[in-house]
């Protein structure tokens, strides 16, 4: 009956010591920790590793569930794993135990308020970008084609695959730059 720690923090500049230091206080070992968003699972090789090797008796152990997950859904399916497997998940700042009626309902209650959360912080988002285009601020992303770079070696004879490879973009942006309606292969 092993306590599994699981680490997460969304960008590489962040640290993880806190949360190590919190889940090997809760007993756990291995501790498990990566950097990447917590908005979905995709691409998450730690938490993939966990619920493939988790197993009956186990205990997954985050310090929130924020950690975990971002939405509701990617919690209830992570949840869903842990119970097919006979584990369940804890907590160790929140009152959270999946092996409990209270703790589950907890869950699902934290569960939503993370999802909400996140859905706040996207609004405020996009209601700034709009702001900041209406005021002129914002222009968007720099284009990092040159636009007459294509061009030019399209006008010398060069096929869409060398022009690509000679600028260091992909062929689909030179037919977009050219605008080129049936994509032949050169």
Do not use: H
């Not at 589950?104 to 996207?122: H, I, P, S, Y």
């Not at 084609?145 to 294509?150: L, Q, R």
């Not at 977009?176 to 049936?182: C, G, S, T």
Request: charged share 30%; net charge positive; glycine share 10%.
């Amino acid at each position: 009956m092993a306590r599994i720690g699981y680490a997460r923090v969304s960008t590489l500049d962040q640290d993880l010591t806190l949360q190590r230091t919190a889940l090997k206080a809760a007993g756990c070992d291995p501790i498990r920790a990566e950097k990447k968003s917590g908005t979905s699972t995709t691409g998450r090789k730690e938490l993939a590793i966990i619920l493939d090797f988790i197993g009956e008796g186990d205990t997954l152990v985050v310090t929130r569930i924020d950690r975990l997950a971002r939405s509701i859904g990617d919690l209830q399916d992570i949840v869903r794993a842990l119970k097919e497997k006979g584990a369940r998940l804890q907590a160790t700042e929140q009152p959270i135990d999946t092996g409990t009626a209270a703790g589950k309902a907890f869950l699902d209650m934290l569960g939503v308020f993370a999802e909400f959360e996140t859905n706040l912080r996207r609004e405020r988002q996009m209601e700034g970008i709009a702001k900041a285009k209406a005021a002129g601020i914002y222009k968007g992303r720099t284009p990092s084609i040159d636009v007459t770079a294509v061009r030019a070696l399209k006008a010398e004879g060069i096929g869409a695959a060398e022009i690509a490879r000679r600028l260091g973009i992909g062929r689909a942006s030179v037919y977009r730059v050219l605008d080129v309606k049936a994509r032949q292969i050169t």
